[in-house]
């Protein structure tokens, strides 16, 4: 169990940001604006109409509904990581449309399953008998409870799926990528290799820490690139308990002539890494620091690297919180935190949850009466969530990825757009498509657990 414990704490981070997202440290993004008391008050989000309201609700024979209320769960790694955004997002937005009126009269009611890394399995048996459905949240390991989950018969809106068992599983409503068995970053990596810095592509770099997750991740970047017409001509593990002087990396990588350097570790250690190679005199082209570092901390760790050092990071096709004051959507979320949650900090996932939040909420609204298969059929037929402006189009009904993403760059400033070219609005919507080749395991289905659609209910 140590053994486990030591090599997942460095996967954690590159889990929660790579599939999806985890912002620097509860510092957070800054976000002093104030509210707007309209966008407070309004049952409407973004380019969403009514998305909460009054009516006139029954009592439910469905587990997690009532007359009054519906009972979702929230899957977190709060108590191991210490990051409440999901739970924060979940105050917030909750809060936000109960006071609307709610889901046609009824509370949404969310309760913390807090996972702390390993005890997966134990909140989704807890969620499996009390909750509605799981909402807004996310879990590293989150393969550990699919199966229970697809059991139970139990619907997920992730803001985040991390793990191969998950990512794509049945009853899975993702509000944005990833997409099982596709390499999610094709359109960013497309533009660092081909686009931004052509001379790079053959001597990409890939340094992951040394754990059977972010092991497997590398493998798929290292296929990717090639994919893309790149080559990985280095690569290197470094120790998922740590690393205390970052310089024989760093010589490592400039021996070899890297000129992009993926990083699948925590961001405090590619901080460090790339004061190192600041110091030998070494930058590459580009290093992917991945969302996981996107947030205050990381440019304040990597200091004065940076003026040496070009990081970038995608943000799948979800607005940035730079773009709060050109996006209503973005600047809403900031205005309710500031209302139901002050003190507390917009960050990437925050965006995400909402997105999750916003779709859970408008499927269930549609709803003559609130069953699982009604909120989850609903939320399927999407073929354009934007999330009232947050993203830009996801098609929950496709099998393959989107084309549109958002790239952000590290400035000795803090993070800010990248020069990638929009051409659709802030997004760039050209992506190819990579479909993995080599064998990574695959999503959980119903037929796994000896169930069938036809069994929800």
Same mark, same amino acid.
Request: net charge neutral; proline share 5%.
């Given at each position: 169990?140590?053994?486990?414990?030591?090599?997942?704490? =460095?996967?954690?981070? $590159?889990?929660?940001?790579?599939?999806?997202?985890?912002?620097?440290? !509860?510092?957070?993004?800054?976000?002093?604006?104030?509210?707007?008391?309209?966008?407070?008050?309004?049952?409407?989000?973004?380019?969403?109409?009514?998305?909460?309201?009054?009516?006139?609700?029954?009592?439910?024979?469905?587990?997690?509904?009532?007359?009054?209320?519906?009972?979702?769960?929230?899957?977190?790694?709060?108590?191991?990581?210490?990051?409440?955004?999901?739970?924060?997002?979940?105050?917030?937005?909750?809060? #936000?449309?109960?006071?609307?009126?709610?889901?046609?009269?009824?509370?949404?009611?969310?309760?913390?399953?807090?996972?702390?890394?390993?005890?997966?399995?134990?909140?989704?048996?807890?969620?499996?008998?009390?909750?509605?459905?799981?909402?807004?949240?996310?879990?590293?390991?989150?393969?550990?409870?699919?199966?229970?989950?697809?059991?139970?018969?139990?619907?997920?809106?992730?803001?985040?799926?991390?793990?191969?068992?998950?990512?794509?599983?049945?009853?899975?409503?993702?509000?944005?990528?990833?997409?099982?068995?596709?390499?999610?970053?094709?359109?960013?990596?497309? #533009?660092?290799?081909?686009?931004?810095?052509?001379?790079?592509?053959?001597?990409?770099?890939?340094?992951?820490?040394?754990?059977?997750?972010?092991?497997?991740?590398?493998?798929?970047?290292?296929?990717?690139?090639?994919?893309?017409?790149?080559?990985?001509?280095?690569? !290197?593990?470094?120790?998922?308990?740590?690393?205390?002087?970052?310089?024989?990396?760093?010589?490592?990588?400039?021996?070899?002539?890297?000129?992009?350097?993926?990083?699948?570790? !925590?961001?405090?250690?590619?901080?460090?890494?790339?004061?190192?190679?600041?110091?030998?005199?070494?930058?590459?082209?580009?290093?992917?620091?991945?969302?996981?570092?996107?947030?205050?901390?990381?440019?304040?760790?990597?200091?004065?690297?940076?003026?040496?050092?070009?990081?970038?990071?995608?943000?799948?096709?979800?607005?940035?919180?730079?773009?709060?004051?050109?996006?209503?959507?973005?600047?809403?979320?900031?205005?309710?935190?500031?209302?139901?949650?002050?003190?507390?900090?917009? =960050?990437?996932?925050?965006?995400?949850?909402?997105?999750?939040?916003?779709?859970?909420?408008?499927?269930?609204? /549609?709803?003559?009466?609130?069953?699982?298969?009604?909120?989850?059929?609903?939320?399927?037929?999407?073929?354009? #969530?934007?999330?009232?402006?947050?993203?830009?189009?996801?098609?929950?009904?496709?099998?393959?990825?989107?084309?549109?993403?958002? $790239?952000?760059?590290?400035?000795?400033?803090? #993070?800010?757009?990248? /020069?990638?070219?929009?051409?659709?609005?802030?997004?760039?919507?050209?992506?190819?498509?990579?479909?993995?080749?080599?064998?990574?395991?695959?999503?959980?289905?119903?037929? /796994?657990?000896?169930?069938?659609?036809?069994?929800?209910?």
């Amino acid at each position: 169990m140590r053994r486990l414990l030591i090599g997942t704490v =460095t996967a954690v981070a $590159v889990l929660l940001a790579g599939c999806s997202t985890r912002s620097g440290d !509860d510092t957070g993004t800054g976000t002093t604006q104030k509210a707007s008391p309209a966008a407070q008050r309004s049952s409407d989000f973004g380019t969403l109409k009514d998305v909460c309201g009054r009516g006139t609700a029954k009592s439910s024979p469905v587990q997690g509904v009532t007359a009054d209320k519906i009972q979702v769960g929230v899957l977190s790694d709060v108590g191991f990581t210490k990051r409440s955004e999901f739970v924060d997002a979940a105050k917030v937005f909750t809060s #936000w449309c109960n006071d609307a009126g709610g889901i046609n009269g009824r509370d949404l009611v969310p309760v913390t399953r807090d996972t702390r890394l390993m005890e997966v399995r134990q909140r989704v048996l807890e969620a499996c008998r009390a909750d509605f459905a799981l909402v807004g949240g996310g879990a590293a390991l989150d393969s550990l409870g699919v199966q229970d989950r697809l059991k139970c018969l139990l619907p997920t809106f992730p803001a985040q799926s991390s793990q191969i068992g998950a990512i794509g599983s049945d009853l899975q409503a993702m509000a944005s990528g990833p997409i099982a068995g596709y390499f999610q970053y094709a359109g960013y990596y497309s #533009w660092l290799l081909k686009d931004k810095y052509p001379d790079s592509a053959q001597k990409v770099g890939v340094i992951a820490g040394d754990s059977p997750v972010t092991k497997v991740m590398a493998a798929q970047f290292e296929e990717a690139v090639a994919g893309l017409g790149g080559k990985a001509s280095y690569s !290197d593990l470094y120790p998922a308990a740590g690393v205390s002087d970052w310089t024989p990396y760093a010589q490592s990588i400039k021996k070899n002539g890297v000129k992009g350097l993926v990083f699948l570790g !925590d961001f405090p250690s590619l901080a460090k890494l790339e004061q190192a190679l600041t110091n030998i005199g070494y930058a590459p082209d580009w290093i992917d620091a991945n969302s996981n570092a996107y947030g205050p901390a990381f440019p304040q760790l990597a200091g004065p690297a940076l003026a040496k050092q070009h990081n970038y990071a995608e943000l799948f096709a979800t607005a940035p919180l730079e773009s709060a004051a050109d996006n209503p959507a973005a600047q809403q979320v900031i205005d309710l935190f500031e209302k139901y949650a002050p003190g507390k900090q917009v =960050t990437y996932p925050v965006l995400r949850a909402f997105s999750a939040w916003l779709l859970f909420a408008t499927s269930a609204r /549609d709803c003559a009466t609130v069953t699982r298969k009604c909120v989850y059929d609903n939320a399927m037929k999407n073929t354009d #969530w934007t999330a009232g402006g947050l993203q830009a189009p996801f098609d929950l009904t496709s099998k393959e990825p989107p084309k549109c993403y958002f $790239v952000v760059e590290a400035t000795s400033k803090g #993070w800010q757009a990248a /020069d990638f070219k929009p051409d659709q609005g802030a997004y760039r919507c050209d992506a190819p498509t990579y479909k993995y080749r080599g064998d990574y395991g695959k999503p959980a289905t119903l037929a /796994d657990v000896g169930k069938s659609l036809s069994d929800l209910t």
